[in-house]
């Protein structure tokens, strides 16, 4: 009778050590669970912030003519009386006078702070083919392709591209210069 007790004592003693280890592991996958799911809601909330900050610069550069009024000629980039020191986003006046700029923290056309200063944006303009987007062209073909790489830190976190063309400010009442 003792020494049945005794091993019923053993086996309670063994289960209750199994369950805690049971439940410790349990606790870990638990821990893992939560810390992934914030990682993941994290991303997705710096996608959604991104992609807002994406359509709030492309939408700026967009409200901009397809080529500079006074030198239509000109290569991409900003003109003689663009790019003012400091105010070079009031300034810009076509969509390639962004060109090359990064603009950080993200900000208006005012350049009023739109974003923390760990959040910024790149773009880069080019000429492309009328008939074939995706490939570039060295010299005026009627359309541009506008790239937005929206970053956090080092990190790119998404890239828009639209198109313009030149017939769209005829379109827009525009004068094409
Ligand atoms: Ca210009
Ligand atoms: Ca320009």
Same mark, same amino acid.
């Given at each position: 009778?003792?020494?049945?007790?005794?091993?019923?004592?053993?086996?309670?003693?063994?289960? %209750? !050590?199994?369950?805690?280890?049971?439940?410790? =592991? +349990?606790?870990?996958?638990?821990?893992?669970?939560?810390?992934? /799911?914030?990682? !993941?809601?994290?991303?997705?909330?710096?996608?959604l912030?991104?992609?807002?900050?994406a359509?709030?610069?492309?939408?700026?550069?967009?409200?901009k003519?397809?080529? &500079?009024a $006074?030198?239509?000629?000109? *290569?991409?980039? *900003?003109?003689? %009386?663009?790019? +003012?020191?400091g105010?070079?986003?009031?300034?810009?006046?076509?969509?390639?006078?962004y060109?090359?700029?990064?603009?950080?923290?993200?900000?208006?056309?005012?350049?009023? $702070?739109?974003? /923390?200063?760990?959040?910024? $944006?790149? +773009? %880069?303009? !080019?000429?492309?083919?009328?008939? &074939?987007? !995706?490939?570039?062209v /060295?010299?005026?073909s009627? =359309?541009?392709?506008?790239? +937005?790489?929206?970053?956090?830190? &080092?990190?790119?976190?998404?890239?828009? /591209?639209a198109?313009?063309?030149?017939? %769209?400010?005829?379109?827009?009442?525009? *004068?094409?210069?």
């Amino acid at each position: 009778m003792r020494n049945r007790d005794a091993v019923r004592r053993g086996f309670t003693l063994i289960e %209750a !050590t199994i369950s805690l280890v049971i439940v410790s =592991v +349990v606790a870990v996958a638990g821990l893992g669970a939560v810390s992934i /799911s914030r990682k !993941t809601r994290m991303s997705i909330n710096d996608t959604l912030l991104a992609r807002t900050y994406a359509d709030l610069v492309m939408t700026e550069i967009l409200s901009k003519r397809y080529r &500079d009024a $006074a030198e239509p000629g000109n *290569p991409l980039g *900003p003109d003689s %009386a663009d790019d +003012v020191l400091g105010i070079w986003q009031r300034t810009a006046d076509d969509v390639d006078d962004y060109d090359g700029h990064t603009i950080t923290p993200i900000s208006d056309m005012n350049m009023n $702070a739109l974003s /923390s200063g760990n959040w910024g $944006a790149g +773009v %880069a303009v !080019t000429w492309v083919d009328a008939v &074939d987007p !995706t490939k570039e062209v /060295s010299a005026e073909s009627g =359309v541009k392709r506008i790239t +937005v790489g929206v970053f956090k830190g &080092d990190r790119v976190v998404l890239r828009v /591209s639209a198109l313009r063309t030149l017939g %769209a400010d005829m379109t827009r009442g525009v *004068p094409t210069p």
